[in-house]
């Protein structure tokens, strides 16, 4: 008899089932496990307010606190040249570096000492002259004295009939030219005083152009004012050089400076304007000023480095960076110099200045990493959970942000980011940071 087709099917699967089901019975039933908290593992840091020192960088480059440029104030031949004067070189105070021909500026000075020299006889003789007219006038008013009284009797005479009137006469043209004699040596004595007043003058003039006629002839030195260091001479010898004609530029090379860009915000924390919530008057500048310390570092080797010192702000922004020129002086920048291992500072060197503000008041401080999504922080509360806060940055510098508010000192602070930050969630310490 021929089975079905369907029916072969059967005994496979009835085997099937039958072993499942044994396989079911005889099993373990699975094991039960509780619901474990979910946490994470992260670093953290204590926070702690903190005295931080404003730092701010600018760059700019070196220029000479003084230059010198040698200007003739009087013509001439230039006749003798220092044989140092030359560009680089370097002159010390004092060091006549060039002689104007001298000879017309002495001739000057000759003509008005001489004329000096005449005036004093010319005054000197006025004296004399002085003292003679003062004999002459006391002998002449004696002499009139006796004319006066010879007319008088001679007069008297007269109306009595005693004399011939060609007597009184004759006395009276004597006694006439007694008095013209007199009031002449009178008139000639006042005008002793104007003459005197004339010579005062012209001797006055005369010192005046004697002065100026030496002060000519010292002008034909040319004299180095400070030390410095010669950048480029004009004039070569036996050259005629006119008034205001240039001789010399030079760099003073006793003291630098260097304008350097800072920005507006930073230079006025770097003051202590900004961290003490004050006003910052020009009156104040300076008493800040001295309050900030100031390094100066090559840019091509950070290594070679000079003290320096904020002096002052040029009287303008910067009309492209809308920043603060402010000018740091070194002194004695030539000090330490051993080419080429150490350099002196010189003008057009590009250069680092590094400005360190006063001390600021104290504030919590953090690392930049643990301010998240730019001012949220996680925190480790006292049951080790999760709590996010918003925080104000006042400020960030070398890595550190400043808080102006959100975080007290003394509360945990996690450092690591978290993914999810999950509110509540459980934190775990990895190791605490100091």
């Known amino acids: 008899m021929k089975i079905p087709h369907g029916l072969r099917l059967v005994p496979p699967i009835a085997i099937g089932i039958g072993l499942a089901a044994w396989f079911v019975s005889t099993s373990e039933p699975p094991g039960r496990t509780q619901d474990a908290e979910r946490s994470v593992v992260a670093r953290t840091i204590t926070a702690e307010a903190v005295s931080l020192r404003t730092v701010v960088r600018g760059y700019g480059d070196v220029k000479a606190a003084r230059s010198w440029e040698a200007v003739a104030e009087v013509a001439g031949t230039i006749i003798w040249r220092h044989p140092d004067l030359d560009t680089g070189n370097i002159l010390a105070s004092g060091t006549k570096v060039l002689k104007i021909d001298p000879t017309a500026y002495e ?68 006694t006439l030219q007694v008095r013209r004699g007199v009031e002449e040596l009178r008139n000639a004595a006042a005008l002793i005083p104007s003459r005197r007043a004339r010579l005062d003058a012209q001797v006055a003039r ?33 050259q005629f050089v006119g008034v205001a004609q240039p001789l010399v530029t030079a760099d003073d090379i006793n003291r630098v400076e260097i304008a350097a860009q800072i920005p507006v915000m930073s230079f006025r924390r770097l003051l202590g304007g900004a961290a003490q919530g004050d006003t910052m008057t020009l009156s104040d500048m300076p008493e800040r000023f001295a309050q900030v310390s100031a390094e100066v570092r090559l840019v091509s080797d950070p290594s070679q480095s000079w003290t320096g010192r904020l002096v002052r702000v040029e009287s303008a922004l910067d009309p492209q960076a809308r920043s603060v020129p402010a000018v740091i002086e070194v002194d004695a920048p030539y000090a330490g110099a051993n080419p080429p291992l150490r350099l002196p500072l010189v003008p057009n060197m ?65 450092l690591d980011d978290l993914m999810p930050a999950i509110p509540g969630l459980r934190v775990d310490l990895a190791g605490a940071a100091k």
């Open 350 to 414: 590009y250069v680092e200045v590094v400005l360190i503000g006063p001390d600021m008041p104290a504030r919590v401080t953090l690392p930049d990493s643990a301010i998240h999504e730019g001012g949220l922080v996680y925190l480790r509360n006292s049951d080790g959970r999760l709590e996010l806060r918003d925080v104000t940055v006042a400020w960030r510098q070398s890595g550190q942000a400043v808080l102006a508010e959100g975080v007290i000192p003394g509360e945990e602070v996690i």
């Open 206 to 238: 005369s010192k005046a152009i004697l002065a100026r006629s030496r002060r000519d002839l010292e002008k034909t030195d040319i004299v180095v004012p400070f030390d410095l260091r010669v950048g480029r001479v004009h004039v070569e010898r036996h």
């Open 107 to 174: 001739l000057a000075v000759a003509e008005a000492e001489a004329d000096l020299k005449a005036l004093a006889a010319d005054l000197a003789q006025l004296d004399v002259d002085q003292a003679n007219t003062s004999r002459l006038v006391a002998l002449e008013e004696s002499r009139q004295q006796l004319a006066e009284a010879e007319l008088a009797r001679v007069r008297d005479l007269v109306e009595r009939g005693v004399a011939a009137q060609s007597a009184l006469d004759s006395q009276e043209r004597t």
